[in-house]
C-alpha cells in the first residue's frame, strides 16, 4: 500500500462512481433511479471500506504527515498535486466516508425526481470533501475547499424546499465572499515564501511581522468562520438546513461545517501562531456569544431542522472555544467534538427525516405522542437526544468535557460562562423531546404512523455504536490525534516556557 497513490485512489473512486452512474444509468425512468441508486451505494461503500485502511494502516506514533503523494503542478512557486494524512485529517476522511453511504441510504425513497443526477452530485461532493482534508497545497486545498459548494449548492437548490433557491444562493454567496479574502491570504504566503507546500510554511518561521500575520490570521479567519459558522456569521446556515433534503442537511452538519475547524487547525494556528495567540481571547468571546445566544434561539425554534441547526452552532462554539484554548486539552477535544457532533448531528437530522418522510412537516406543534406508535423510533431520538446534550457514556460527553476542561485552564471566567451553554442545550432538547415524543396521541395521522423499517434501522446502526463506542472508550480516537496536535502545539508550548523563563 505504501507503494500506491492510496489518497489519490481515494478521491478518484467516488468520480469514477459518479461517470459509472452517467454511462450505465439507461432506460426508462425508474429504472435509471434503481440502477443509479444501487451504483451508488456500491461504490460509496467500497470507499468506505477503502478508507477504512487508512486507520489500520496508520502509524499512530508519527506524528507527520503519511501516504504523501506530489506531482508538480505550477514548479515556479512549488504548487504542486500534493496530498497526504496525518493524525488529525484522517478522522474527519473517515467521517466523510461513512456518512456518504448513509445519506445514499437515507434518500433510496424520499428522493423522485432527478434521481440519476442527485447521485453524481453526492458521489462528486464526496470527493471533493476527501480531497479536502487530505490536500497538502495551499492552492489545491482552495480548489477543494471551494468546489465542495458546487455539489451543496445543487443539493439545496434542486432538491430542496419551498424556499431553496433563496437557501441555496445564502449559502453559496455567504461562503465564497469569506473564501475570497482566503485566496488573498493563500496568495500572500506564496508569493512572500515562494511555495504553496504547506508541510513547509508549518516547519518554518515564515518571517512575517506580527501585524502582517494579523491581516493574514483574519483574512483566513473571514472563511473559516462562516465555513463553522460562527457568530454572527451563522445565519445562512438555519436557512440551508430548513430548505435542504434530508441527506443534504446530513452531510451539512455532519462534515462540512467542521471543514472551518480543519482549516483553523491547518492555517491559523501551525502558520500564524503568533497572530492565533494575540486573537485567542477574541475569538473565545464569539464562541461564548454563540454557545450562549443561539442556544437561547434554539429555545424559541417550532421547526425541528431549524432547532438542530441553532444547536450545531452552539456545538461549534465549544470547538473554537477548545481550539483557542491552545493547550492540549482543549484542542483534542475540540476534534473529537468535531467527530462527535459530526455522528451526532448527522442522526437528529435523519430523526427527523424519517418522521418528515411520513407527516411531511417538521412543525413542532404537529407531533406528540408519537412513542405509543413508534416505539424504537423514541428509543433511538433519546439516544441521540442525551448524547446532544453530553450525556457521560456517550460521544457528545468527551468533547465537550475536555473543550470546557481546556478552557478553564486558558481562562477561568470564559470556562464558566461556556459551562452555562450545557444547561441550555440540555433544556430545548429535552424540550423537543418532550413535545415530539410524550404526551397524548390524539392525531389521526400520528395514529397511523408505522415505526423504523429495517433500512431506516440499518441506516442509524453505525451511528448508535460509534456514539456509545467513542463515548464509553474513546481512547483510539484521541490516540489516533495525540501525536500530531502535540507537534500543533509546540510553538505555543515554547512561547509559554520562554514567557516563564524571562519572567524568573
Known sequence: ??????????????????????VLARGDEETVA?????????NSTIVFVVSLLLW????????????????????????????GVDGISVLFVLL????????????????????KEYMVAFLVLEALMIGTFVALDLVLFYVFFEAVLIPMFLIIGVWGGARRVYSAFKFFLYTLLG?????VAIMTLIFTQGTADMIQLVKGDLGLAQNIQIWLWLAFFASFAVKMPMWPVHTWLPDA?????????????????????????????????????????????LSIIAIVYTSIVALAQEDMKKLIAYSSV????????????????????????????GVISAALFLIVGVVYDRLHTRMISRYGGIVETMPRYAIIFML????????????????????????????????????SGIVLGATYMLVLYRRVVFGKLEKDDLKAMLDMTPREIFIFAPLVILVLWMGVWPMPFLDMMSASVDALLVPFVEADAAGVAASN
Open 96 to 115: 466523510s466516508t461513512l456518512l456518504t453511504p448513509l445519506c445514499i441510504l437515507s434518500a433510496w425513497d424520499a428522493v423522485k425526481t432527478r434521481v
Open 179 to 183: 473564501s475570497v479574502l482566503m485566496l
Open 241 to 285: 438546513h430548513v430548505e435542504a433534503p434530508t441527506a443534504g442537511s446530513v452531510i451539512l452538519a455532519g462534515v462540512l461545517l467542521k471543514m472551518g475547524g480543519y482549516g483553523f487547525l491547518r492555517f491559523s494556528l501551525p502558520m500564524l501562531p503568533e497572530a492565533s495567540e494575540a486573537m485567542a481571547l477574541f475569538v473565545q468571546i
Open 314 to 341: 452552539a456545538h461549534m462554539g465549544y470547538v473554537t472555544l477548545g481550539i483557542f484554548s491552545l493547550n492540549d486539552l482543549g484542542v483534542n477535544g475540540a476534534i473529537f467534538q468535531m467527530l462527535s457532533h
Open 34 to 42: 434503481r440502477n443509479a441508486k444501487q451504483v451508488a451505494l456500491a
Open 1 to 22: 500500500m505504501d507503494n500506491l497513490p492510496f489518497l489519490s485512489i481515494l478521491i478518484a473512486l467516488p468520480l469514477i462512481g459518479a461517470l459509472a452512474i452517467l
Open 384 to 419: 441521540f437526544m442525551m448524547a446532544s446534550v453530553g450525556l457521560p457514556g456517550t460521544a457528545g460527553f468527551v468533547g465537550e468535557f475536555m473543550t470546557l476542561f481546556g478552557a478553564f485552564q486558558s481562562n477561568m471566567w470564559i470556562g464558566i460562562l461556556a459551562a
Open 56 to 83: 489500520i494502516g496508520f502509524d499512530r506514533v508519527n506524528p507527520g504527515f503519511q501516504y504523501v503523494e506530489e506531482y508538480t503542478w505550477i514548479g515556479q512557486y512549488n504548487i504542486a498535486y500534493r496530498v
